[in-house]
């Protein structure tokens, strides 16, 4: 996890205690005033990226983190293993908070707001089950503001903190030493507006809703930052765990971390590449569609190159390692995926932006009105009640509630539509993006091989051709095979039986069908048998080829008879989606490893201008940054784990849910549907929630400016700022279901 590089070395911290990303800013500023520190602290994934001198000691970086308030750790390789085994359920602690809240804060909040429920000594009752949701529940906001307070800092923890706690200390104070505590004390819910010493009335379900409420936000915001680095893990679980290692000639099958570079290891069809290497023994099709995302299997034989985490889709194999453990392909893949959403730019939440304003101003202006009124000559009950009041309609139950109550609404709507949004950072990225990457394989095709076309010498039946070639490729595992039997069974039903198949490696197949010998493949299996393709099915086989399709040559009773085209196709709303993408304002991009004939004809099939062919696993990243370098804001739509990379380092990254869990889990968006229509409507739901959630943070912080004046001014009772705050919320929350309309 460190490695010299030119400027020093470079480690990654994991940061914990993080509570807004003005938390991340902080760590970042005090790690950077290090002597030759340069730190990237990113809030999403909790991880800090570190560039250091050799004469700096990594424990003093983590020795800064902490003397900033917060807790950090260096790497340790075993965590990346089991990441779960150490931390448990980091959610759990925040859940139980949450459930405790509810529990405790509606029968507060139901007896303060109806008169009817105010039987003779229940504002006891209201103390008595506030207490615990002040004291355990809001626990993590009242740490968080006194770590904050150490250093010299305020945050929304802050606010909450010193709203909820002035709340219930001045209902504490009314009980005790003013009238709120005597029996038969009632509660009226009314609007009024008049100058009052507010010790007759009790405030806690102030401090118990907020709470709440607030709690609920943090939990659903924790449990989409969660899978931040879900990726990585999925990436690494491709690869096999085991391996069958060539021992005096014997198979022992041991662990693939005790593999060492030069042992021979075998590979039976169907089981993956335990790691990269160079073939001694055997020849097959390996199915690279894992990490290349291409359809075709590629033919290997003794010579050839294989990568571990492929998968060996033919006879079997013989493997000298070349590579093992963060050598191999794989690992750098995953190296990739890491830096890619390391360099990802931090969003700063617009919330969190204004709080930064916000909380040191409403706690001047309640400060400053407590010390008005005292040195105006009011009494101390009425100043206190001014000052609470302040802090009351100013604490952001709303602001709170803006940004998860939209993200619900939002993605619950987006589910239905087969639409999965990763959380509220991702939103701003849609307003942005100018161009969108489209991967072929699995995105604008179908990522599988299909029969496309048939094509007959003269006198011979087109059925009679597809039941042949369709009953001898049936007996072959070969996914090009299998597009021409599975196209056959569907037409014809029940195919005859084969006898005497053979499998001619990297050629084709032949057997005994109706007593007639068959013959299928490359053509060069064809001349071993003398049999020469036609003038016109020749031709037929290579327009197919210019066209990056797959020719089969099919012969039997002693000739050349037909040539059966397969393809990649096209998904049947891939046109439309990239007209409707064009509507929205983008440029669509068509990426893809195919050769240019083959890519341009896909594009021209969609009406895609701007071709990227060739293009390497390792290089769509580099495609990526390249666009991103020519100012443009760049959307990336991928299935296949060789774009998990790029979807990390693209401004947006939209995985199609047909492809790997890596893919999604490195992607911002998931379209679960499979469908290119859904990456249109991905984009247009995401701005939509992102311009409700800028809708409700307005509207959250003009509840609250408006009254301010009023508060401060002595005029309004708490109780009503409590309840102007709560009205604030049901508005926020019923603009979020606004959304459930989306179409």
């Not at 940061?15 to 902080?26: E, K, Q």
Request: proline share 4%.
């Amino acid at each position: 996890m460190t490695s010299d590089v030119a400027t020093g070395q470079q480690i990654e911290l994991a940061i914990s205690g993080m509570t807004c990303a003005s938390c991340a800013n902080r760590i970042e500023r005090k790690l950077n005033k290090l002597d030759g520190v340069t730190a990237t602290v990113n809030y999403a994934t909790e991880k800090a990226k570190v560039t250091f001198p050799a004469e700096v000691d990594p424990s003093v970086l983590v020795q800064t983190v902490e003397a900033a308030g917060y807790s950090a750790t260096l790497p340790q390789p075993e965590e990346l293993e089991n990441p779960e085994e150490t931390g448990g359920d980091p959610l759990r602690s925040l859940r139980q908070r949450l459930i405790g809240s509810v529990v405790l804060s509606v029968p507060v909040i139901a007896l303060a707001m109806i008169p009817a429920l105010q039987f003779t000594y229940w504002q006891w009752i209201s103390l008595a089950l506030a207490g615990p949701v002040l004291v355990w529940a809001a626990w993590p906001f009242h740490r968080a503001a006194w770590q904050n307070l150490r250093h010299g800092a305020a945050t929304m923890d802050t606010l909450i903190s010193m709203g909820t706690l002035a709340a219930f200390a001045w209902s504490l104070y009314a009980l005790l030493w003013g009238t709120a505590g005597v029996p038969g004390m009632t509660h009226p819910f009314e609007l009024t507006i008049e100058r009052m010493s507010g010790d007759g009335n009790i405030y806690f379900e102030v401090a118990a809703g907020v709470t709440t409420f607030i709690l609920a936000g943090r939990y659903f915001e924790a449990r989409s930052k969660r899978r931040a680095g879900a990726a990585l893990r999925a990436l690494l679980e491709l690869g096999a765990k085991d391996v069958a290692v060539l021992r005096d000639g014997r198979e022992v099958r041991v662990a693939i971390d005790t593999l060492a570079v030069g042992d021979r290891f075998v590979v039976r069809p169907g089981e993956k590449i335990a790691t990269d290497g160079v073939i001694e023994e055997g020849s097959s099709a390996v199915d690279a569609s894992m990490l290349t995302g291409e359809s075709v299997p590629v033919e290997v034989g003794p010579g050839d190159k294989v990568v571990g985490a492929t998968v060996n889709a033919g006879g079997r194999l013989v493997v000298r390692a070349t590579r093992i453990g963060s050598d191999t392909q794989l690992a750098q893949m995953a190296k990739l995926v890491e830096d890619a959403q390391t360099r990802k730019a931090d969003v700063q939440r617009l919330a969190d932006r204004i709080s930064g304003v916000f909380v040191p101003i409403v706690i001047a202006l309640a400060v400053g009105t407590l010390a008005f009124w005292l040195g105006a000559g009011g009494t101390t009950a009425a100043a206190f009640t001014a000052a609470v009041a302040v802090l009351i309609i100013a604490c952001p139950c709303a602001l709170g509630l803006a940004t998860p109550t939209a993200l619900l609404v939002g993605t619950g709507r987006g589910a239905q539509l087969g639409i999965l949004i990763k959380g509220p950072e991702v939103l701003e990225s849609t307003r942005r993006i100018d161009t969108v990457v489209l991967d072929k394989t699995g995105t604008v095709t179908t990522g599988q091989m299909s029969l496309v076309d048939i094509h007959v010498a003269e006198g011979v039946d087109d059925e009679e051709a597809l039941r042949l070639a369709g009953a001898v490729e049936s007996a072959s595992e070969h996914p090009i095979a299998q597009a021409i039997a599975r196209a056959a069974a569907d037409k014809l039903g029940d195919l005859p039986a084969v006898e005497d198949f053979k499998n001619i490696e990297g050629l084709g197949v032949q057997g005994i069908v109706d007593g007639q010998v068959v013959i299928a493949g490359r053509t060069a299996l064809l001349d071993d048998w003398s049999q020469k393709l036609p003038e016109s099915l020749a031709a037929a086989k290579s327009d197919a080829e210019k066209d990056g399709q797959t020719a089969v040559a099919v012969g039997w009773d002693g000739e050349a008879r037909a040539v059966f085209v397969v393809a990649d196709t096209v998904k049947p709303t891939s046109a439309e989606a990239v007209t409707r993408l064009r509507a929205l304002g983008l440029k669509p991009v068509l990426l893809t490893g195919d050769n240019s004939a083959a890519a341009k004809a896909i594009a021209a099939q969609v009406g895609i201008d701007e071709v990227i062919p060739e293009v390497l696993p390792k290089d769509k990243v580099d495609v990526i940054s390249k666009l991103q370098a020519e100012g443009r804001v760049v959307a990336m739509v991928g299935d296949g784990v060789n774009d998990a990379a790029a979807l990390a380092q693209a401004d947006l990254g939209l995985a199609m849910g047909t492809g790997t869990d890596v893919a999604i889990e490195a992607s911002d968006l998931t379209l679960v549907r499979g469908d290119l229509l859904a990456a249109v409507d991905a984009i247009r739901l995401a701005r939509r929630t992102l311009g409700t959630i800028k809708g409700n943070l307005f509207w959250a912080f003009a509840y609250n400016i408006a009254a301010l004046p009023l508060a401060m001014a002595g005029l309004l009772n708490p109780m009503i700022a409590g309840a102007a705050m709560a009205f604030s919320s049901v508005f926020v929350v019923s603009n979020s279901l606004r959304l459930r309309r989306f179409r």
